[in-house]
């Protein structure tokens, strides 16, 4: 069974706080995606990475950025969080098979707290 | 602006009946489509997809239908189960790509 772990599951900083959001997968997957969640807007790609040490911007990259050091682990950092990252942050993972659309797996997710 | 909208935030169903969740897309290009189903305190997790080449995929009680003209697309269970209570997501892919746009969501209630 795929496992793609989430550092914490509840989340509460304070504005201007550095953050750090760790997410790991233990199937050797190329692909690894940071999603946040908010109530009517679904899931929006934040960045992406489709191999070690490299990064895409998603649709909503502004105030983020991300690390990927390892092929198992990928990072997302809120340089300085604001209130309106208060959010549910997912981190996915897939293959890089080459067939079309490879099914991501997903974490348990983070819900974030921006006081 | 929405690429891909899910209309209805909430449905609510009778066990054993079937419930019909629909999706409209906006971009021509996607070619891939998935559900997810999410429960709460988890993440997300795969349900079915169709490529635009087929109009119909089916795996047991889940059928997805898909209408290329209309850009639309459509989840069926059959026969709704209280345990298929759910947020269910639909996602497009441009260009089989490894992407997907996220919808927001119609949460599923079946009644028991």
């Known amino acids: 069974d795929v496992k793609v772990t989430q550092s914490s599951r509840y989340l509460v900083k304070r504005t201007g706080e550095k953050v750090f959001l760790e997410c790991v997968q233990d199937?050797?997957?190329?692909?690894m995606f940071w999603y946040r969640q908010d109530p009517g807007l679904g899931l929006r790609l934040i960045y992406f990475?489709?191999?070690?040490?490299?990064?895409e911007k998603g649709d909503i990259p502004e105030g983020y950025s991300v690390s990927r050091e390892k092929k198992e682990r990928f990072s997302l950092i809120l340089e300085s969080a604001s209130t309106n990252q208060t959010s549910m942050y997912l981190c996915?993972?897939?293959?890089?098979?080459?067939?079309?659309?490879?099914?991501?797996?997903f974490g348990p997710g983070t819900r974030l707290l921006v006081l | 602006d929405q690429q891909v909208k899910q209309n209805s935030p909430s449905l609510s169903v009778q066990e054993g009946r079937i419930s019909i969740l629909n999706c409209d897309y906006t971009?021509?290009?996607?070619?891939?489509f998935l559900w997810y189903k999410k429960y709460p305190a988890e993440g997300p997790t795969f349900l079915i997809s169709?490529?635009?080449?087929?109009d119909k995929n089916e795996d047991g009680r889940f059928t997805v239908f898909l209408n290329k003209s209309a850009k639309h697309l459509s989840l069926h269970i059959v026969p709704s189960q209280p345990g298929d209570s759910a947020v269910y997501f639909c996602?497009?892919?441009?260009?089989?790509?490894?992407?997907?746009?996220f919808g927001p969501g119609t949460r599923l209630s079946v009644l028991p």
């Open positions: 971009n021509s290009m996607f070619d891939y």
């Open positions: 996602a497009a892919s441009a260009n089989y790509g490894q992407n997907f746009v």
């Open positions: 169709i490529s635009s080449i087929k």
């Open positions: 990475s489709y191999d070690v040490k490299m990064k």
């Open positions: 199937m050797d997957h190329e692909n």
């Open positions: 996915a993972s897939s293959f890089s098979s080459g067939s079309p659309g490879e099914t991501q797996y």
